[in-house]
C-alpha cells in the first residue's frame, strides 16, 4: 500500500525557515516523481515544487524558486522541502504527492494535480508578519 505521510509544518516568524518531510511507503522514489503542492484558504491547489530521485531532477514554482530547496533521502524514502525566507503569503497546507514516472520530468504536467495518484494527509504552514 502506497502511503505519504508530511510532518514538519508550523508557525514561524516571516524571514524563518522550516523543512518539511514527505515519508513515503509502499514504493520506491527511484521510479516516481513526488512533488509538493500548497493550498491557502479560498485558493486553488498550487505546485510548488517537483523532483525524480532517478535523475535529481526538479522544479520550483517562480513564487518559491530560490527560497525553497526540494531533496530527498532515498535510504529513508524521503523526500524533503526545505523553506527559508519565508513570507506570509506562504501560509498554506502543504501536500506532498507522488505519480509513477520515468525521468526526466516534463515541466508540461510537473504541476498538475490531476497526474499525481497518492496524496499525503498534509501539514500546516502558518507564516505571520
Known amino acids: 500500500e502506497v502511503q505519504l505521510v508530511e510532518s514538519g509544518g508550523g508557525l514561524v516568524q516571516a524571514g524563518g525557515s522550516l523543512r518539511l518531510s514527505c515519508a513515503a511507503s509502499?514504493?520506491?522514489?527511484?521510479?516516481?516523481?513526488v512533488a509538493w503542492f500548497r493550498q491557502a484558504p479560498g485558493k486553488e491547489r498550487e505546485g510548488v515544487s517537483c523532483m525524480h530521485s532517478g535523475d535529481g531532477s526538479t522544479y520550483y514554482a517562480d513564487s518559491v524558486a530560490g527560497r525553497f530547496t526540494i531533496s530527498s533521502d532515498n535510504a529513508k524514502n524521503t523526500v524533503y522541502l526545505q523553506l527559508n525566507s519565508l513570507k506570509p503569503e506562504d501560509t498554506a497546507v502543504y501536500y506532498c504527492?507522488?505519480?509513477?514516472?520515468?525521468?526526466?520530468?516534463?515541466?508540461?504536467?510537473?504541476?498538475?494535480?490531476?497526474?499525481?495518484?497518492?496524496w499525503g494527509q498534509g501539514t500546516q504552514v502558518t507564516v505571520s508578519s
Open positions: 509502499g514504493f520506491s522514489l527511484d521510479h516516481f516523481a
Open positions: 504527492a507522488a505519480a509513477p514516472a520515468r525521468p526526466p520530468l516534463r515541466s508540461e504536467w510537473v504541476f498538475a494535480s490531476t497526474e499525481y495518484d497518492y
